[in-house]
């Protein structure tokens, strides 16, 4: 059996072996990466922890002890009933607001996980108070940013383009954008049936009793589900007034919320490095909100996430992602070659960095375009699409994101819940698009 062949297998059995054990499974994704690392591919220590994602630990914890403090001040909560003010008390609304917030925030430039961490924290927020399904908000969050990611000035359709362009490929900026745009908008729109988002349809607080708040509350992950905030009409429509009061430890989270979206989509500054700078000074001056922030901090979350993906680094420099994509190039059959690169490129993303994917498999994909036999605009799209809509996944960086942000929810619930739902776009999303975007080309 070749080490590619075997490391395969391995990833298998840590989904085996985590869902159905209770062991986190970025510890069995340490002990994999030691073991194949070392055994499979002559890595010595260093080469393993060469693939350590640093910079995603440190965006997971500075964002989330920056929103424990936020929490514990009261900001977010402020915040939440400012939101609901905006949209009049709409809470069909909310969702779509995520999804577009964030989707504006990548088409601009920014990049999709920073727009995630910005916007999930509150988006959650929502969600726990108001009775809104984890799942529901956290997807279209997730989704909204993909849905503006491949905008002609973001930074995976400048990826994409550029690569096209330094190939000497045709290319159709705007086709992208949109085959991203409906696809995401699509998903969203069907997710949001399907989770019940046209039973808030026409409501607002107002229009919710005791027995709906009591729904929504079960609806929102169960008896923890809100937190106890969900109790009815009057404690929906008229919170408590010190709730609504603006004081100078909020009034510093909410300058120090905008510095950190300033900081990453303007100045282009890590949005961990710069969340967790944030935290630290509103930690010193204000102490009392903050002893109990660094428990709150997404431990377990963070885990599983850099085992998983110390364990895909692996797995990339021992060379099985390539090893993958030549044997499915060699294939003498076009659109069932195509279809492979798509699901390759949705497994492998569901697992990775987005823009790395992307920025790996077209290149690897050009000799195959380059034969003439499958249109060039449609399947970069397909691809293109496929490695980023799966994002959702609880071990992609956006999913992950979203993962750690969920408020008084059980997250190893919730975490089952994203893996299905990244499991059932993995597996469906690529052949949707392959038929939409591909096969219609030839």
């Given amino acids: 059996m070749s080490a590619e062949l075997l490391s395969i297998l391995v990833l298998a059995v840590l989904f085996v072996v985590g869902t159905t054990r209770s062991v986190n499974m970025g510890a069995l994704a340490f002990a994999a990466a030691f073991g194949v690392g070392t055994l499979a591919a002559g890595l010595d220590a260093d080469g393993i922890f060469a693939g350590f994602p640093g910079d995603l630990f440190v965006v997971l914890v500075g964002v989330t002890y920056f929103f424990a403090i936020a929490r514990a001040n009261g900001t977010t ?19 779509w607001v995520m999804f577009t917030v964030t989707g504006v925030l990548t088409a601009i430039g920014a990049v999709s996980p920073a727009a995630v961490a910005i916007v999930a924290p509150l988006a959650m927020g929502f969600a726990a108070r108001y009775g809104i399904k984890p799942l529901l908000m956290g997807a279209l969050v997730v989704h909204g940013a993909q849905a503006g990611g491949f905008s002609p000035i973001s930074i995976y359709g400048s990826t994409v383009n550029g690569i096209l362009e330094r190939e000497g490929l045709p ?7 949109l085959a991203s745009l409906f696809a995401n908008l699509a998903i969203a729109a069907l997710l949001f049936v399907a989770l019940g988002g046209l039973r808030l349809r026409g409501r607002d607080l107002g229009d919710l009793g005791d027995e709906e708040a009591k729904e929504a509350k079960e609806g929102a992950g169960g008896s923890g589900g809100t937190g106890g905030t969900v109790t009815g009409t009057r404690a929906r429509t008229t919170p408590d007034a010190g709730l609504l009061r603006l004081t100078p430890a909020r ?40 002893k109990a922030a660094v428990a709150h901090i997404t431990w377990p979350t963070v885990l599983l996430i850099c085992g998983m993906l110390t364990y895909v680094a692996v797995l990339q420099e021992m060379g099985t992602i390539d090893w993958a994509g030549e044997h499915v190039g060699s294939i003498g059959i076009p659109l069932l070659a195509a279809l492979l690169f798509c699901y390759i490129g949705a497994v492998v993303s569901a697992f990775a960095s987005s823009v790395g994917i992307i920025g790996a498999l077209i290149p690897l994909a050009v000799p195959f375009l380059e034969q003439g036999e499958i249109g060039v605009v449609g399947m970069v799209a397909a691809l293109s699409v496929s490695a980023t809509v799966v994002d959702v996944s609880p071990f992609s960086t956006n999913g992950a ?42």
């Fill in 171 to 177: 290319g159709s900026p705007i086709a992208l954008f």
């Fill in 251 to 290: 009034i510093a989270t909410l300058v120090g919320l905008v510095a950190l979206v300033v900081a990453v989509l303007v100045f282009d500054l890590d949005a961990g490095l710069t969340a967790i700078t944030l935290a630290v000074l509103l930690a010193v001056v204000w102490p009392e909100d903050s």
């Fill in 77 to 95: 909560d402020w915040l939440v009933h400012a939101g609901i003010r905006l949209v009049r008390g709409r809470i069909a609304l909310i969702p």
């Fill in 401 to 442: 994101l979203v993962l750690a942000a969920a408020e008084d929810t059980d997250r190893e619930r919730f975490f089952r819940q994203l893996m299905l739902y990244g499991g059932a776009v993995t597996l469906l999303a690529p052949l949707v698009l392959w038929l939409a975007l591909v096969v219609p080309g030839l």
